[in-house]
């Protein structure tokens, strides 16, 4: 079992960055595909981005896409988001998750393993 921790949410202005973190206790990142998903009010949850278990390749939605930059820290053990140019459509409760496989994964349904979300508000 792997629980996930994120960190790194808050407020921030239109155009500002914020970068966010996802951790775990007890076992390591380095064996899992992981993902970035976001969740706002009223909205079911969608993709953002994701990140390979090697190499590693990434992979964005179109909206973040330029904007938003996932990266892991096989030495943290970290899994990170780098969110530049945020805008008030970006605000949400941002998720992440892992899986075991070779790939990168861009389905809610593909993840095994997920953290209890940090909330993004950016104001306009």
């Known amino acids: 079992q792997v629980q996930l921790v994120e960190s790194g949410g808050g407020l921030v202005q239109a155009g500002g960055s914020l970068r966010l973190s996802c951790t775990t206790s007890g076992s390591t990142l380095s064996g899992y595909a992981m993902g970035w998903f976001r969740q706002a009010p009223g909205k079911e949850r969608e993709f953002v981005a994701a990140?390979?278990?090697?190499?590693?390749?990434?992979y964005y939605a179109g909206s973040v896409k330029g904007r938003f930059t996932i990266s892991r820290d096989y030495t943290k053990n970290t899994m990170d988001l780098q969110m530049n140019s945020l805008k008030p459509e970006d605000t949400a409760v941002y998720y992440c998750?892992?899986?075991?496989?070779?790939?990168?994964?861009?389905?809610?349904?593909?993840?095994?393993?997920w953290g209890q979300g940090t909330q993004v508000t950016v104001s306009s």
């Open positions: 990140i390979t278990k090697s190499k590693p390749l990434t």
């Open positions: 998750a892992a899986r075991h496989g070779e790939s990168y994964y861009v389905i809610e349904t593909d993840y095994y393993y």
